[in-house]
């Protein structure tokens, strides 16, 4: 699902290989704060409280937000579509807060968010600082963040984070998953589409609002080892595989979701930055709220885009890490089709251990990193683990 200019904008949404879901934000009704909950052993919501979308794909096992063997991720705590997310339900499923200068940020007491909460604040507020610096804007009022434990429920599956701007809310799927740094640059992304609400205006375009959370998120994804947007972009130039800028600004092409669907995010990433770091951030503000690019640039966006892909064949590109190798895309790929295998296996009532989950982890850790050696280790551990998973 894609935004409209004047929804809240958001970051990614379904999962495109889950089975087919009645997916029309219009079709959903807000989520029913009637469920009573208690966030472990939840019985499965009614088919009444979410009608439209629940019946065909609830799985019928929730995860517990503890270490040990975990039998499905989806939960049912939080609503069909997170674009109707009821934040009052909210802070009563994650009754715990830790506040920063600018954040309240909430969570499941005993779970392991429990215990990453601090750092987790103390990084989110240095991304604050490091995207407020960088576009000369501010956070106009608190931050609530929700830290969620599991995976959002479909179609939501593969989405990591997600910014009601209207509301100063943020949803991230918090399950212990991923590094430190991932963490830092998921909320970066996040609190990128707030900032830019609150001090630029309505975003254009999906692509200039994504591409710029993903360019002020770079900076986390480095310091994790993470190829770089512009090696991203580089090697899906190289391959054919690679999206015109232009299709990805007309709304042509969904932002769908980075894990399952990463080239519209990184490309429009590495664009953005190709923009700011030529052109400056004074006129990309002007072109964000407008998508006018000859009135900014003195270009079309086409002549821009050529402009930009001969930066990135060119020596200006400055990745700090190797370019990416062969493999690079190939184990992207691989590790995108291991999150579909797994919300399919979850679809399907599979108890599906933490152990296997961690290998799929480990293989997108690794596989961000153009690590190619650990990806072929993990991988087929985690389908082989997946396929002996007991139904
Ligand atoms: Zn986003």
Redesign the pocket.
Known sequence: MTPTATAP????TAAPTVPPLPMTPTAMPASSPTAASTPTALPPIAATAIPTLVAPVTPTVVAPPTPSPVTAFVSKEFPASLEWVDTARLDTLLPAVYTTPHLSIHYLPGSGAERTVGVFADDAEAAIVHIQTSLGVQLSAREDIYLAYTFFPPPDSGVK?Y?LSGDHAILLMYDGSGTRDERQYMVA??LT?QIAHDGIGTAASVML??GL??DMEQRYMLRNGDVSLDGFARAVLDDGSYIPITALSNGNVG?LGQLFYRRP?DEAGSFVHYLIITYGVARFKRVYTTDDYVDTYGATLFDLQSAWEQYLRSARVQSPLAPPGPAYLQDIKAVQAGYADLFNALINGRQVTTDTYRALDDARIAADRADHVTVAAQLPRFEQALQQASL
């Open positions: 904008l958001q970051t990614m984070g910014t992304h996040e589409h609002s994504e959370a993903m932002f995010y």
